[in-house]
């Protein structure tokens, strides 16, 4: 590994043990249907959402991840669960054994994997069922933790997660940021929109609200990482600030987003915007999508 190590902060890992465990004792997750698809590929089906698209076995796939790597000059993976089966819609107990089991059997499969860096998963629907999981993944030994942009009814500027925010700021644990898009809008429904359009917009809408809402200034060591450039909410700041300069007793100053502005106040950056793979912009190339 160089000195400076080039690191991959969006990949994807979910442990082949939760299919095994939803095969042998599916009672223990009531609420979690398991749909074998062939060629070694399965379906999650969560109450109140479509079923999941076909998890492939890459995902798993330690060895082709670490090969991937070699071939791509990458010395380390920051890898999360892959969102599909965060279980958000899942109770909150429900949720949080779903999620502890992900984690153990994570870091279980990647045991020795020294190049793999994995994210713990927390049930956001609940605050202190989030705290809890955190709580337990920092023992474990955990990192930093992955979540999605809402749950349903829960959007991450609702008080309940205040405590996840200050959990993670205190316990120095970094926050990678995926969307979900649960809920489908009929305009999006040809050509792939959903990935193509509607998660973009989910990550700008969730950065958006935490913005306003002043999290990030309240809790000034949290750090987050923002899947996909961070939505389209580097290019919507100067609109986001002007609603603000509008109405500004009902909103806090999206101004306090510590990209170079943050750092030219504070002298660190605490929300950075990851694209899917890593790349020189400059040179307008870079590795292509892994196996995670």
């Known amino acids: 590994m160089t000195a400076r190590p080039v690191v991959d902060a969006h990949s994807h890992f979910t442990p082949r043990a939760v ?32 079923p999941t698209r076909p998890m492939q076995p890459r995902l798993w796939d330690v ?80 990192r930093g933790l992955t979540i999605g ?3 349903p009814g829960v959007d991450l500027d609702h008080p309940d997660l205040d405590g996840l925010w200050e959990t993670c700021a205190r316990k120095k644990m970094p926050i990678f940021l995926h969307p979900l898009y649960l809920y489908g809008e009929p305009r999006l429904a040809s050509y792939d929109l959903p990935n193509a359009i509607g998660r973009v917009n989910d990550t700008a809408i969730a950065v958006s609200r935490l913005l ?7 809790h000034p060591d949290l750090q987050m990482i923002v899947a996909h450039g961070g939505g389209g909410v580097p290019y919507a700041l ?16 999206p101004r306090a987003l510590p990209g170079r502005a943050g750092r030219r106040r504070s002298g660190h950056a605490r929300l950075g915007l990851s694209v899917s793979y890593p790349r020189s912009v400059a ?3 870079g590795p292509q999508s892994g196996p995670f």
């Open 63 to 142: 060895s082709a991840a670490l090969e991937w790597l070699d071939r791509q000059g990458i010395d380390v993976h920051v890898t999360g669960a892959w969102a599909d089966v965060f279980g958000y819609t899942l109770t909150a107990d429900e949720a949080a054994a779903w999620c502890r089991l992900i984690n153990e059997e994570t870091l279980s499969e990647l045991n020795g994997a020294q190049r793999v860096l994995p994210l713990a998963s927390v049930p956001i629907q609940s605050g202190r069922h989030a705290v809890q999981e955190l709580e337990a993944a920092h023992a474990m030994g955990f």
């Open 19 to 50: 299919i095994s465990r939803l095969q042998r004792s599916a009672a223990l997750f009531p609420h979690i249907a398991l749909r074998d698809l062939g060629d070694g590929k399965f379906s999650f089906v969560f109450p109140d959402i479509p």
């Open 212 to 218: 306003y809402a002043g999290a990030l200034t309240r």
């Open 238 to 253: 100067g609109r986001l600030t002007r609603n603000y300069e509008l109405n500004p007793d009902a909103m806090a100053d």
């Open 283 to 285: 040179a307008g190339s």
């Open 149 to 151: 942009t809402f749950a």
